[in-house]
């Protein structure tokens, strides 16, 4: 035999389902930084970009968008090509709501994830600016597969736009200290001299720099000179713009070659996005080229 309960303890634990609130799903939370000034009221909006994290980690990922960050750009381009590891390890998920952690220099991305969030690292959510194409404004990968180059640029402008978000980035900046930020270490630059491109041993020894570099897999970038600046037996590449450098390679004809991709290509106007170039016509078109140390 059962002993039946008062009827008061029953309407108290019915009271008490109905009172208590079902739980709740939280929303995930939408990070938003300051857009360039230029582009306030123009139609940016942000939302959350569907594609995933990574796909097909390289160099192609990388577009440069409406920001003047071409050393940005440029640089990633250069680090997802020699180092695509480091990408993978610098930007990680850090919550089911969609929040991501993004570790700056070279040994904070290798360190372990499980402690408290580091001075060199990041939170952000994958929700950045959109033009009315539907497509974000600002760095985004060129086929739309992966989301690391937006979610890295805004965790850039974050973590180093002193507050003011894109519109820090929007100036430039040197190579260098780009590089030091994404892999650690002290970058090696080497600023062309003049006329550096008539000279044979100097050829030669840019040449093999740039071999030793891609095959120690150190990220590599050149800035081209100013408007107005460029040698005649330069190539038709973008005044005060920065391409990333993948390597250097000979021909079957023998002649040795510098290979580049440019994460702002114009079809009509530039050489497109991945081109090389003779070496004495590299040094014609460059006036400095940045070699990453990383950690």
């Known amino acids: 035999m059962f002993r039946r309960r008062p009827m008061s303890v029953l309407v108290a634990i019915a009271l ?38 990574f796909c097909r980690l390289g160099p192609g990922n990388v577009r440069q968008g409406k920001l ?13 090509h020699a180092r695509p590891d480091h990408i993978r390890q610098m930007v990680v998920p850090a919550s089911p709501l969609g929040w991501l952690r993004v570790a700056f220099g070279g040994k904070a991305a290798r360190q372990d994830r499980r402690r408290r969030l580091a001075d060199n690292e990041v939170m952000v959510t994958p929700d950045v600016p959109f033009s009315h194409l539907n497509k974000p404004g600002y760095a985004r990968d060129y086929e739309g597969r992966s989301s690391w180059p937006a979610v890295l640029e805004k965790a850039y402008a974050k ?10 980035l929007n100036h430039g ?34 040449f093999e720099e740039i071999a030793e570099a891609a095959e120690a897999q150190k990220p590599m ?18 005044p ?10 000979s021909t079957q004809a023998g002649i040795q070659q510098v290979d580049l991709y440019n ?7 530039t050489r497109g996005r991945f081109f090389s170039m003779p070496i004495h016509e590299f040094l014609a078109s460059f006036v400095e080229l940045v070699i990453a140390q990383p950690e």
């Not at 600023?191 to 050829?203: K, L």
């Not at 994460?263 to 106007?269: D, E, F, G, L, V």
Request: aromatic letters at 8%; a positive charge.
């Open 68 to 80: 003047n960050d071409c050393n940005l750009a440029g640089s990633m381009a250069a680090v997802a």
């Open 221 to 238: 970038a050149v800035l081209a000179p100013r408007a107005g600046d460029q040698y005649a037996a330069g190539r038709n590449v973008v």
């Open 159 to 168: 973590k180093f736009g002193e507050g003011k978000g894109y519109e820090a």
């Open 240 to 249: 005060w713009h920065v391409y990333a450098v993948l390597g250097a390679s």
């Open 16 to 53: 008490l389902a109905i009172l208590t609130p079902a739980p709740t799903v939280a929303e995930p939370v939408q990070d938003k930084i300051p857009v360039a000034r230029a582009h306030r009221g123009v139609g940016l909006r942000y939302r959350r970009i569907e594609a995933p994290l």
């Open 173 to 206: 900046g040197p190579i260098a200290l780009v590089f030091d930020r994404l892999v650690g270490g002290n970058s090696k630059v080497e600023e062309f001299f003049r006329d550096a491109h008539g000279d044979d041993r100097y050829q030669k020894q840019i």
């Open 263 to 269: 994460p702002h290509a114009n079809p009509t106007k």
